[in-house]
């Protein structure tokens, strides 16, 4: 079993920057595919960015292509999501997700975190 918490998000200004975190517990997570949605009041939950276990592929949803940047350190078992430039229709709960499979199908990440509520002002 793997078990995720997110942390990092908060309210902030239009066109300022979060780093959201998301800590790993329960096993290793080097070999597994990582991803952040996120989901605001009303709205569908949104794949926004994702990174492979090993070779560290990422893939991002267009929106947030040149903002957002995911990263992760395997010796720590940290996934991190680097918000920058950030808009009020970023805001939402952004949750960490794992996956053994393939880190661009969302419908394969079956652990999750509890969710950090990022919060942008205009």
């Known amino acids: 079993q793997v078990q995720l918490v997110e942390s990092g998000g908060g309210l902030v200004q239009a066109g300022g920057s979060l780093r959201l975190s998301c800590a790993a517990s329960g096993r290793s997570i080097s070999s597994y595919a990582m991803g952040w949605f996120r989901q605001a009041p009303g709205k569908e939950r949104e794949f926004v960015a994702a990174i492979s276990g090993s070779a560290g592929y990422t893939y991002y949803v267009d929106s947030v292509k040149d903002r957002f940047a995911i990263s992760r350190d395997n010796a720590k078992n940290t996934v991190y999501l680097q918000m920058n430039s950030l808009k009020p229709e970023d805001t939402a709960v952004y949750y960490c997700?794992?996956?053994?499979?393939?880190?661009?199908?969302?419908?394969?990440?079956?652990?999750w975190g509890q969710g950090t509520q990022v919060t942008v002002s205009s």
């Open positions: 997700a794992a996956q053994r499979g393939y880190y661009n199908v969302p419908d394969g990440y079956n652990y």
